[in-house]
């Protein structure tokens, strides 16, 4: 194919060289430079004419940028496993597939989710700084107390792939027993970890840990929000390696200010980046991370090559090997 016939395909920022090369032998290839996203007037302009997109979480794509980009767009694919920011009826309506990567993220964001979990528990960052600014004066008998987890109950608030994997975890490490909610009962959490499907407030009322593993939408934006916390137990960790619009980011700060709740650890926040003057970064009960679930290299290596053969079957027309719907 001639490089003037080849499609082409807009990549929205540097992403494995892997993927990249992938995606070469069949299309002409844009690499957004920049350490930031494109911004919207940018997006725009880059994404005119292209036949593929590789996009972030950080894109928003939606009609106006479809209808920009042409209607010759036939595949748009996020390199993520969520997907809210992306309109996926506008694409369907439009006839553009829209894939994502999931699976091989799935170990990574797990072992986040229970970093996060014991850090907070065990009151990690606060330690750290002790240590760091000179205030460790003695060993303690009444210093950092943190939480016990063995044999205690862990709240996944659905239970898909990373949901289990962190209950697989829990459940073989610290014994944990596990309820979860899902729109379902999932057989294989039944088998693995022993867990029980029951409704949230169930979960809320009953769980030592809670972690927040369900996809943002109009169902589950700000699901956890004061009534919630105010059913939770008094010495719970809250996890959040999902997308932060799940929580209701001031009840949150209200819940752990007042001590309703005993710490959180976030992966994912509202905004993203969170300013460093915002009240929760100041809270040495709470554990922020910047939304790296995702980033060992073998996840983002596979994420890569992902991405590269949901575009390159979208732009041959076949189905996408990892299609949303
Ligand atoms: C995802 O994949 O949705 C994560 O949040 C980013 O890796």
Excluded at 62 to 79: A, F, H, K, S, T
Excluded at 208 to 229: K, N, W, Y
Aim: hydrophobic share 40%; glycine share 8%; with cysteine.
């Amino acid at each position: 194919m001639s490089p003037q016939s080849r499609p082409r395909v807009f990549v929205t920022r540097q992403i494995p060289e892997k993927g990249l090369e992938c995606l070469r032998q069949v299309a002409k290839v844009e690499v957004w430079p920049g350490d930031m996203p494109p911004n919207r007037d940018e997006l725009l302009r880059h994404a005119e004419g292209c036949q593929g997109l590789l996009t972030l979480l950080s894109d928003r794509v939606d009609g106006e940028l479809l209808d920009q980009v042409g209607p010759q767009l036939r595949v748009v694919c996020n390199y993520a496993v969520g997907f809210n920011n992306i309109d996926v009826a506008a694409a369907q309506q439009r006839g553009v597939a829209v894939g994502n990567t999931p699976d091989v993220l799935t170990d990574a964001t797990a072992d986040l989710a229970v970093t996060l979990l014991l850090a907070a528990a065990r009151r990690l960052p606060e330690a750290i700084d002790q240590v760091r600014h000179g205030d460790w004066k003695t060993w303690e008998p009444l210093g950092l107390i943190g939480v016990d987890l063995t044999g205690k109950t862990l709240g996944i608030i659905g239970m898909g792939r990373i949901g289990l994997a962190v209950a697989c975890r829990m459940h073989a490490g610290w014994s944990m027993d596990v309820l979860y909610t899902a729109r379902s009962p999932k057989p294989e959490a039944n088998q693995q970890v022993g867990g029980r499907h029951v409704d949230l407030d169930t979960l809320l009322a009953n769980s030592d840990f809670i972690s927040v593993h369900c996809p943002l939408s109009d169902e589950t934006r700000g699901m956890l929000d004061a009534p919630q916390f105010a059913q939770m137990r008094s010495h719970v960790v809250l996890v959040n390696t999902a997308r932060g619009e799940v929580i209701d980011q001031p009840a949150l700060l209200k819940a752990l200010t007042e001590k309703k709740i005993f710490a959180a650890g976030l992966d994912v926040t509202t905004p993203e980046p969170l300013p460093p003057e915002h009240p929760l970064v100041g809270l040495p009960q709470c554990v922020i991370a910047p939304h790296i679930g995702s980033a060992s290299r073998d996840s983002r290596e596979q994420m890569a090559m992902i991405a590269a053969n949901n575009i390159i079957a979208g732009l041959n027309g076949r189905p996408l090997p990892h299609a949303v719907s």
